[in-house]
């Protein structure tokens, strides 16, 4: 880019035609850093220092580091496919009934969640997360403020949320849970009363689906008293950024990407949530295989 | 689906189906193809769930660059050649994009990775019919081409397909994907004998679909789709998990049963050919297929779960098993003693 500038100056200089200056100015915001010419900003995003192709570190010996520790993910990969699905033997996977995913005993644990909340829009929520006491829970809190922002195109405001940060495996491929096994969510968690929603992400291949986001909600005591609360996979309504669709259908367990927890209930106020563990259920009673539109959409004639 | 629209989509399928193997033109043998893709798409996205949407996409975008390329084969033989007769392709660049077009209609690897997926997106008998019916056409253009293409590429791709469909097919836990790897193993000893006996990749593709077809048909009435939902679904028809058990021993090759026929052709006529060495790989590399084919009967039939089903379709009073089940599980399984009339009437 610089070098086509040049190119241009020189050009100027040695043709010395006004025609090329004319040129060089209208290609001038093309041509120059783009810092100054960037597209709308949101209001509550920083504004970009560096481009992305100018963070690459060429760096040989980081490379090799980044080749070993991709080739040791491969090998413990080899070794978990050797094992049997999941990583453990069929017999586990035919048998379990029970599988705890995420359990909050040490920071590493919370390295695995993603928080985040309405700044991004602009918003003024806060939410943070610690480990609760005697490192036994996660601790989610802050505070929902449904203030708008005032960029004009904005009308609500005010939701934090927690998501986990979907598995990759060696060289940056996409992992995917395999919950087909089990069909209830089991969650120990110590609330505030505050309703919360629980959002599964499935992230599929092509991005036309790319919201595509199966919910349900959590309600939470208050109390002091730990709640077990299981939601079976059944309830999980289908909606596509944020609107809830006419077509409705269960949710296929064979490729889960994240799961994630989402507040934005419309009250302002401090909020917190302690979770346990999040792990997953086949509930044997439950019968169910979906809870909406059971009926039959096309009735033969 | 209305039944009208089942209707036409069917008829399209067979009529795709009759005009490519019915053709010596190029550009019929494409038509017939392209109506093919065309008719089973809604059939795959039949139930508008996000990942049948997927499956029929991802299977959209790859039959249309198979056929784009089988055209484009086709052409530039024409420019050399002066003709688009099928049975005449001369150039050995036509033949070598052509059989990369037709290794992507049928899921050869490296051009398998829609197959599973596809698969698994669709519902069951449309999957039974994209293991089965999708098959006949670019299979009869292979065989009426057999003698003009290069059988190092046809080699190399087989050993890769029975190679990855047994090695990937191993940890799988939904049915179709499993099906879906025993697809591509079955098509690569349909593809490594082409070049030297055609007779044979036919046998093996009649033997496959009947073979296929029972299976799936089986797994249609027990309504399962998961390894687990298999375990239980002995509770309703006892007699069809045992067949069941039979026909994957079948699908994988061990005699006394019929799945056994076209191996040991393919191995005998491979020998023959001076191929030992790939006679070998092949014959041990299926035994990375038997390996997912006896966990598969296990779970059918061998094993006892320790729990009921909770699987609701499972319980439902259940139709009595189709006629068309019973006549192709029986030939799925005892056709191998007649095998010297089989390998008369091919």
Known sequence: MALAVMLLDGASFHGGCCRHRALLSFLGPLLSNSKSYSSYRRPGAEPKKKLSWQNVDFSFKKSIDHLKTQLSLL????????????????????????????????????????????????????????????????????????????????????????????????????KYYDWSNFNTLYLRVRGDGRPWMVNIYTDPYFSHQKDDLYSYFMFTRGGPYWEEIKIPFSKFFFSSRGRVQDNQHPV?????????????????????????????????????????????????? | MTPQAKLIFTTSLLLGTTVTISSNHWVTAWAGLEINTLAILPLIAKSHHPRAIEAATKYFLTQATASALLLFSSMTNAWFTGQWDITQLAHPTSCLILTSAIAMKLGLVPFHFWFPEVLQGAPLITALLLSTVMKFPPMSLLLMT???????????????????????????????????????????????????????????LYLYITMTAAVFLTLNSMKTTKLSTLMTAWT???????????????????????????????????????????ATMISLLSLLSLFFYLRLAYCATITLPPHTTNHMKQWHINHPTNTSIAILTITSITLLPISPMISTII
Request: hydrophobic share 40%; net charge positive.
């Open chain 1, 75 to 174: 090998k413990e990969e080899s070794k978990d496919f050797l094992q049997g699905p999941g990583g453990h033997a069929l017999r586990q996977h035919v048998l379990e009934q029970t599988r705890v995913l995420w359990q909050f005993r040490s920071q590493e644990d919370l390295n695995k969640w993603v928080i985040s909340s309405d700044v991004e829009i602009g918003g003024k929520s806060k939410a943070y997360i610690k480990l609760g006491r005697n490192n036994q829970a996660a601790l989610l809190y802050g505070t929902l403020n449904t203030e708008v922002p005032r960029d004009g195109e904005t009308k609500y405001s005010g939701y934090c949320s927690m998501r986990s940060k979907p598995a990759v495996g060696s060289f940056n491929r996409k």
């Open chain 2, 146 to 204: 057999s003698p003009s293409l290069n059988p190092t590429l046809l080699t190399c791709m087989a050993i890769f397909s029975i190679a990855l469909g047994g090695w990937m097919g191993l940890n799988q836990t939904q049915v179709r994907k499993i099906l879906a790897f025993s697809s591509i193993t079955h098509l690569g000893w349909m593809a490594i004998i082409l070049s030297y006996n055609p007779k044979l990749t036919l046998l093996n």
């Open chain 1, 252 to 301: 296929w367990l064979d490729k889960v990407r994240t799961l994630g927890f989402t507040i934005g209930d419309k009250v302002d106020g401090p909020f917190q949530l302690e979770i346990d563990f999040i792990g997953l259920l086949n509930d044997r009673a439950h019968t169910e295989e979906f809870a909406y539109e059971t009926y039959d959409k096309n009735t033969p004639v």
């Open chain 2, 236 to 278: 309703k028809a006892p007699a069809l998990s045992a067949t069941l058990l039979l026909t994957m021993l079948s699908l994988a090759g061990l005699p006394p049963l019929t799945g056994f026929l076209p191996k040991w052709m393919i191995i005998q006529e491979l020998t023959k050919q001076n191929m030992a060495a790939a």
